[in-house]
């Protein structure tokens, strides 16, 4: 099974960089290697981002420069994972999504161009690549009728349609955003049909689960 997984910055960059995850995690992709799986991993920016962006925010005003700024972020996390995978995966960082194919290394991205997050990259990469599943590691149980963190009888939706997915994005782009997920991934995830599962990878077990096919987060199907 070909898989993208795009790792959250909020589990792994959150709110310091979290090494133990990032072993836990590796140990699990190399498991699954064995029994013939193959990944391609995008890697978030996090806290670490947010704080780098909100600096040269002040200093730029630039949102562009903070994109930037952000992806540098985002591929210095990405060379961690890689030190962790070290002689399991490419060791230096890929920077585009174009023709990506999956080969029996294991391939990791960072952000690719300004204007939009490692959601984007992700969904952009399941799509070249032609992948069976794409998993969002979040630090939540997956997507939510209405905000959480706001209200308290707020519902985790098990299955969403495609269509539906587009209507829990975030439209407007802005360095450093946080969100279920940004317009331009759910637009590439409903336009292909990307079989797509958001989940809490704080307990590692939930990826674990979806790499074997067992309910777990929300399915998009
Ligand atoms: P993230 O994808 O990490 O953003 O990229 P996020 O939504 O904060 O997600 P978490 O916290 O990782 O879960 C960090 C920032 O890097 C820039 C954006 O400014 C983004 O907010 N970025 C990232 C880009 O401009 N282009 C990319 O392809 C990726």
Same mark, same amino acid.
């Not at 995978?85 to 990506?100: H, M, N, P, S």
């Given at each position: 099974?070909?898989?993208?997984?795009?790792?959250?910055?909020?589990?792994?960059?959150?709110?310091?960089?979290?090494? @133990?995850?990032?072993?836990?995690?590796?140990?699990?992709?190399?498991?699954?290697?064995?029994?013939?799986?193959?990944?391609?991993?995008? /890697?978030?920016?996090?806290?670490?981002?947010?704080?780098?962006?909100?600096?040269?925010?002040?200093?730029?005003?630039?949102?562009?420069?903070?994109?930037? /700024?952000?992806?540098?972020?985002?591929?210095?996390? $990405?060379?961690?994972?890689? *030190?962790?995978?070290?002689?399991?995966?490419?060791?230096?960082?890929?920077?585009?999504?174009?023709?990506?194919?999956?080969?029996?290394?294991?391939?990791?991205?960072?952000?690719?161009?300004?204007?939009?997050?490692?959601?984007?990259?992700?969904?952009? $990469?399941?799509? @070249? *690549?032609?992948?069976?599943?794409?998993?969002?590691?979040?630090?939540?149980?997956?997507?939510?009728?209405?905000?959480?963190?706001?209200?308290?009888?707020?519902?985790?939706?098990?299955?969403?349609?495609?269509?539906?997915?587009?209507?829990? *994005?975030?439209?407007?782009?802005?360095?450093?955003?946080?969100?279920?997920?940004?317009?331009?991934?759910?637009?590439?995830?409903?336009?292909?049909?990307?079989?797509?599962?958001?989940?809490?990878?704080?307990?590692?077990?939930?990826? @674990?689960?979806?790499?074997?096919?067992?309910?777990?987060?929300?399915?998009?199907?």
């Amino acid at each position: 099974m070909n898989v993208v997984i795009c790792l959250g910055g909020s589990v792994v960059a959150s709110p310091k960089i979290n090494k @133990e995850y990032i072993k836990e995690f590796s140990s699990l992709i190399k498991k699954f290697l064995s029994i013939g799986y193959r990944f391609i991993i995008v /890697v978030g920016g996090g806290d670490i981002a947010r704080e780098y962006i909100n600096i040269a925010r002040e200093l730029s005003n630039d949102e562009t420069l903070c994109d930037k /700024v952000g992806i540098m972020v985002t591929r210095m996390n $990405a060379m961690l994972l890689i *030190s962790a995978l070290k002689g399991y995966a490419y060791e230096d960082v890929i920077t585009d999504t174009k023709g990506l194919k999956f080969e029996d290394k294991v391939k990791i991205l960072g952000g690719t161009v300004p204007g939009q997050t490692t959601d984007s990259v992700a969904a952009e $990469a399941a799509r @070249e *690549s032609r992948a069976d599943l794409l998993i969002y590691v979040t630090n939540v149980d997956g997507i939510y009728d209405k905000d959480p963190q706001i209200y308290k009888d707020a519902r985790l939706i098990k299955r969403m349609k495609f269509e539906d997915l587009v209507n829990y *994005s975030i439209r407007e782009h802005k360095a450093g955003i946080r969100g279920v997920i940004d317009y331009k991934a759910a637009m590439i995830i409903k336009e292909n049909r990307i079989k797509t599962i958001f989940l809490n990878g704080k307990d590692i077990k939930n990826i @674990e689960k979806a790499l074997l096919g067992e309910e777990v987060g929300t399915l998009i199907s």
